[in-house]
């Protein structure tokens, strides 16, 4: 029986923890920068979307959650958060809250509320230079204060009426949530309208960056429609929302400046819910709290792209890391949509010249460019190498170089116009054999681009093969491909391609990441 009700109590501990880890993910939320580092602001205007206007003010803890200091009138529909470079008289006393250090203000001409560490106050004026406000203290029995590295002041746009000051040294952030009723708030911010509130972060001096605190789903719901078309197939845009919310949870990379992710290509692109549509906003709703996993842990690069070409690629050939889940494969469904893909197959030219210029800027000279040619393929196909030959010598460039040093549109390409750098001389005696996509194999059966010497047997034994170093005949070189990304991952095209063939979100996941479980 003691064994029984000791079973049964365990039991029920799980199912609490588990309950309120799932109730943590439903609740999740996401600090994202939108004005940080050199974009940081002096000045951020706000705009309430609802009629009725009004704005609480607090900060957001580190788990998002709203804490609520006071709130401004209904009347303040237009606000803006400050670096304020002017000084102010604090009148003497200190307050137990916002309400009451409000009350106390408005006795003054120009009094407002400020919290300075955790602290009401009541300040009064504003003046240009320190000592006009230590002249001011004198009348009104106060201290002159202002000119802090870390304070932020909200005014009405448009004037110079201060609302409020906030000064936490940097611990703490002053948050603002328009009222309405909490559940879907929208704000205006710079021409775009966002979930959730927002968080100005003026940690060490200089402007402040403007951060949205928003709920992982409404998140999820205003990228996918700028990762693909919200009228694309709901099976595609399930497979993206799950890729979204997945990568979106794993970043760290923003966490110094104060926030998880940023609203750029560098991450992924947010603009508030300018895209958002009812079949991008009901995929995600269906997917909602799923994750990709991979060996029982988050996938931490839920990486994809545009197009592939015809095959996707192993991350260890394009970012030199090897990943489980990221192995390349060929693709069998893009290639059924390819004429509804823009720009599926691409060419572009360079001359010689141009080569040269470009090697020599980037500090790959070679001399005068006399060839450029594949060195070596990846086993799908893909570029793995390109070498450079020239006056002073050769460079061989790698990986995903081989695209971002060209500018190319993906890492699936020929060039035409110099020889095969694959082509070698066999035994000096003019013969010559091409290694097209040649690959080693090492001892585990793992295979890796080829590299380094090559050899072949032949009835007198082994011998090593001499490559050719071939030169353009015509002065240019012709780079003809197929695709448009960094090949690693998910296929935004194939995932459409796949849903239209009746593949579910599951399915296409479970194809374009290898050995992953959706839950």
Not at 28 to 57: H, I, P
């Amino acid at each position: 029986m003691k064994k029984w009700c000791r079973t049964f109590l365990i039991s029920c501990l799980l199912c609490i923890l588990l309950c309120t880890l799932a109730q943590a993910a439903d609740g999740e939320t996401l600090r994202v920068g939108l004005k940080y580092s050199s974009d940081a602001m002096s000045a951020a205007n706000l705009q309430n979307y609802s009629a009725f206007g009004g704005y609480a003010l607090g900060y957001f803890d580190i788990d998002g959650s709203f804490e609520e200091l006071g709130a401004l009138p209904q009347s303040y529909e237009k606000i803006t958060v400050t670096t304020d470079t002017t000084y102010h008289v604090q009148l003497s006393g200190m307050f137990y809250d916002y309400d009451d250090a409000s009350r106390a203000a408005v006795q003054y001409s120009g009094g407002f509320a400020a919290y300075e560490n955790g602290v009401f106050y009541v300040r009064v004026g504003s003046y240009t230079s320190l000592s006009a406000a230590q002249s001011a203290a004198m009348q009104y029995g106060g201290t002159a204060v202002g000119g802090s590295s870390t304070g932020v002041t909200v005014i009405v746009t448009g004037t110079d009426t201060v609302l409020f000051e906030f000064d936490c040294g940097g611990g703490e952030n002053l948050g603002i949530l328009p009222v309405e009723t909490r559940e879907k708030t929208v704000t205006w911010f710079r021409g775009y309208r966002y979930y959730g509130g927002f968080e100005y972060r003026r940690a060490s001096g200089g402007n402040i960056s403007v951060i949205n605190v928003v709920d992982l789903e409404d998140y999820v719901k205003c990228v996918i429609p700028w990762e693909m078309s919200s009228d694309w197939p709901v099976e595609a845009l399930k497979a993206q929302a799950v890729c979204a919310r997945t990568y979106a949870v794993c970043q760290t990379k923003h966490r110094a400046q104060g926030f998880d992710i940023c609203a750029t290509t560098h991450c992924q692109v947010y603009q508030g819910t300018a895209a958002s549509g009812a079949n991008s906003d009901a995929a995600v709703d269906q997917t909602a709290g799923e994750f990709l996993y991979y060996g029982g842990k988050l996938v931490q690069e839920a990486v994809y792209y545009s197009s592939n070409g015809g095959a996707s690629e192993d991350s260890l050939n394009v970012w030199g890391s090897d990943v489980g889940y990221l192995k390349g494969k060929i693709d069998p469904y893009e290639g059924k949509i390819a004429s509804i893909i823009p720009k599926y197959n691409w060419s572009t030219t360079f001359t010689a010249s141009e080569l040269t210029t470009l090697l020599n800027n980037r500090g790959y000279g070679v001399g005068t460019v006399k060839n450029a040619y594949v060195s070596a393929y990846t086993d799908t196909g893909n570029v793995y190498s390109i070498t450079f030959t020239g006056t002073s010598g050769s460079k061989t460039i790698v990986r995903e170089a081989c695209r971002s040093l060209l500018n190319l549109r993906s890492q699936r390409f020929t060039i035409n116009g110099g020889g095969s750098g694959n082509t070698y001389s066999v035994n000096d005696t003019g013969e010559s054999v091409a290694l097209s996509s040649a690959s080693a194999v090492d001892s585990g059966g793992r295979s890796s681009a080829l590299s380094g010497n090559v050899y072949v047997i032949t009835s007198s034994g082994t011998s090593q093969l001499e490559p050719r170093t071939p030169t353009s005949s015509s002065g240019s070189f012709v780079i003809s491909g197929s695709g448009y990304g960094h090949n690693v991952g998910m296929s935004q095209w194939g995932a459409y391609s796949m849903a239209n063939l009746g593949y579910s979100y599951r399915d296409i996941l479970q194809f374009y990441y290898t050995d992953v479980s959706v839950r």
